[in-house]
C-alpha cells in the first residue's frame, strides 16, 4: 500500500495570509490530484499533475510536483474564506489506476 | 446534469441487515470506485472496476459486494451491516485515471449501523 501523508493536519490561518501543504510519499506516482471537500459533499478535483517539475495554477492555487513524482506541494496567495474546506492529495501508480488518498489537510480562513 | 448520482443519501441499519448503496454516471467512464470515509482515516478503497463486468478488491473490501453489468451502474452491497460500517460512502467515477484524468465523485451515502 502506498501511503501518501499530508502536512500539516490542521492549518487555521487569517484571511490575506499565505500559506503552503504539502504530500509527500515514498512511492513513485504515475500522476497525483488534489482534491477540496467541503462539509456533506464528495471531493471536487482540483488538478491533476503527470510530469515531475510539473507546476499548475488555478487563480490564487498553485500545485507543484516534485521532480521525483513522489511529492507535490499546494501554495495559496492571499487566502479567503471561501478557500476553507478539507484538501486531499492523491496518488495513481497507473497499475490498474487504483487512487491512493492521503488523509487531507482541513484549512480554516478565518475572516 | 452530468454527473455522478448516489443514492440513499442518508440511511439508519440495524446490525446484521442487508442494503445496496447505488452508484450512476452518465459519462461513459470506464472507471468506477467505491470509497469509504472516516474521521482521522482519510478515503479509503473498497473496491473499484476498470470497465463492464471486471471489478477487483480495494483497500478495505470485506462486508463489501459489487457488480458491474453495466458501464453506467456500480452498486455496492452490504452483506449483514455491523457497526464497524458506520461511515460515509463515496462513489467516484472517471475516464482513465492512469493517464491523469481526475476523478468525479458523488456527493455521498451517510450510513449508521446500529
Known amino acids: 500500500t502506498q501511503l501518501l501523508e499530508q502536512s500539516p493536519q490542521f492549518l487555521s490561518i487569517q484571511e490575506g495570509e499565505n500559506l503552503t501543504v504539502y504530500c509527500n510519499s515514498s512511492?513513485?506516482?504515475?500522476?497525483l490530484q488534489w482534491y477540496r471537500q467541503e462539509p456533506g459533499e464528495g471531493p471536487v478535483l482540483l488538478v491533476t499533475?503527470?510530469?515531475?517539475?510539473e507546476v499548475k495554477k488555478l487563480k490564487r492555487l498553485t500545485f507543484q510536483f516534485g521532480d521525483a513524482r513522489k511529492d507535490s506541494s499546494l501554495h495559496i496567495t492571499a487566502a479567503q474564506p471561501g478557500d476553507t474546506g478539507l484538501y486531499l492529495c492523491?496518488?495513481?501508480?497507473?497499475?490498474?489506476?487504483?487512487?491512493?488518498f492521503g488523509k487531507g489537510i482541513t484549512l480554516s480562513v478565518r475572516p | 446534469n452530468a454527473g455522478v448520482t448516489q443514492t440513499p443519501k442518508f440511511q439508519v441499519l440495524k446490525t446484521g441487515q442487508s442494503m445496496t448503496l447505488q452508484c450512476a454516471q452518465d459519462?461513459?467512464?470506464?472507471?468506477m470506485s467505491w470509497y469509504r470515509q472516516d474521521p482521522g482515516m482519510g478515503l479509503r478503497l473498497i473496491h473499484y472496476?476498470?470497465?463492464?463486468?471486471?471489478?477487483d478488491q480495494g483497500e478495505v473490501p470485506n462486508g463489501y459486494n459489487v457488480s458491474r453489468s453495466t458501464t453506467e451502474d456500480f452498486p455496492l452491497r452490504l452483506l449483514s451491516a455491523a457497526p464497524s460500517q458506520t461511515s460515509v460512502y463515496f462513489c467516484?467515477?472517471?475516464?482513465?485515471?492512469?493517464?491523469?484524468?481526475?476523478?468525479?465523485f458523488g456527493s455521498g451515502t451517510r450510513l449508521t449501523v446500529v
Open positions: 512511492s513513485v506516482f504515475s500522476s
Open positions: 467516484a467515477s472517471s475516464y482513465h485515471p492512469g493517464t491523469g484524468y481526475g476523478y468525479t
Open positions: 492523491a496518488g495513481d501508480t497507473g497499475a490498474n489506476s487504483k487512487l491512493t
Open positions: 472496476s476498470v470497465g463492464a463486468g471486471i471489478t
Open positions: 459519462m461513459n467512464h470506464e472507471y
Open positions: 499533475v503527470v510530469t515531475g517539475g
